[in-house]
């Protein structure tokens, strides 16, 4: 009897502690047999198409986006700034050309400047009319004032009255009637024989330019100008008391 309860109270032992083999809660899990994974492990996870639709989707979005943008800004048919002057003569006279923004069109009005002489010589060959010459002129009228204001922004005080100096002295040049730069645009020889006179923009085409600079470009267009004004005031009273000068020393009798 002795061995039987000795033998009850091991196997009583054993289903409490757990032991190997035997039924109680604690027991440790059952290994998995050779070749086999734990549920869900090493499988691969398919392609989330929701994710690449939505990126696919967005993208045409973008693209239809951007493409209408650069529709209405003239896109691809915007010609560059470097195509020949007739082409671009034609573009600055085109519907086109008045629509864009004046960021975008301000390359070429610098351009039109540049190629004065140019387009001056297509004038006098028939190869455009003097409307489209005259829209021309004006664009490069604009072209230079906005690019010389920048310049005089960006400048110190002595190149700043340099500028002023030049400009002025160029002005009394081409007041002359007998100046070639009043009658041939920059950069072309005077000819002999009768001067042909150049049409010059007028003050209304000027305006309406001025009229679309932007905020900025205005504000440094203004400060050229203002300072330009006051340095002429300037060297008209130098001239005018230079004249005085003479005068006085004229009528001043001679010592016996």
């Known amino acids: 009897m002795s061995t039987a309860f000795n ?3 091991k196997m009583d032992v054993h289903a409490k502690t757990g032991a190997p083999g035997s039924g109680g809660a604690g027991h440790a899990p059952k290994p998995q047999a050779p070749g086999m994974s734990p549920p869900g492990f090493g499988k691969k996870a398919g392609p989330n198409w929701a994710l690449i639709g939505g990126i696919a989707a967005a993208a045409v979005v973008v693209g239809a986006v951007v493409f209408f ?3 209405g800004r ?3 048919e915007i010609p ?4 020949d002057t007739k082409t671009l003569v034609g573009f600055v006279n085109s519907a086109k050309f008045e629509k864009l923004e004046f960021g975008v069109q301000l390359p070429f009005l610098k351009v039109m400047d540049d190629r004065d002489k140019d387009v001056h010589t297509l004038l006098k060959e028939g190869k455009i009319t ?6 021309c002129r004006v664009a490069g009228w604009a072209g230079k004032v906005v690019d010389r204001a920048e310049k005089y922004q960006r400048s110190g005080p002595a190149e700043k009255l340099k500028m002023l100096r030049d400009h002025y002295k160029k002005d009394q040049k081409d007041k002359k009637p007998d100046s070639p730069a009043a009658d041939h645009p920059k950069g072309s020889k005077g000819s002999k024989g009768p001067k042909e006179k150049e049409p010059k923009p007028d003050d209304t085409a000027k305006d309406a330019w001025v009229a679309r600079f932007t905020p900025d470009i205005k504000a440094k267009y203004d400060k050229y100008e203002k300072d330009y004004d006051d340095h002429k005031r300037i ?3 130098k001239e005018k008391a230079v004249k005085a000068a ?4 004229a009528t001043k009798p001679a010592p016996k």
Do not use: C, F, H
């Open 235 to 237: 060297e008209k009273d």
């Open 74 to 76: 003239g896109g691809s």
């Open 7 to 9: 033998s009850a109270n």
């Open 69 to 71: 943008l650069m529709r």
């Open 246 to 249: 003479a005068a006085a020393a």
């Open 130 to 135: 003097e409307s489209e010459y005259n829209a």
């Open 80 to 83: 560059p700034i470097t195509a």
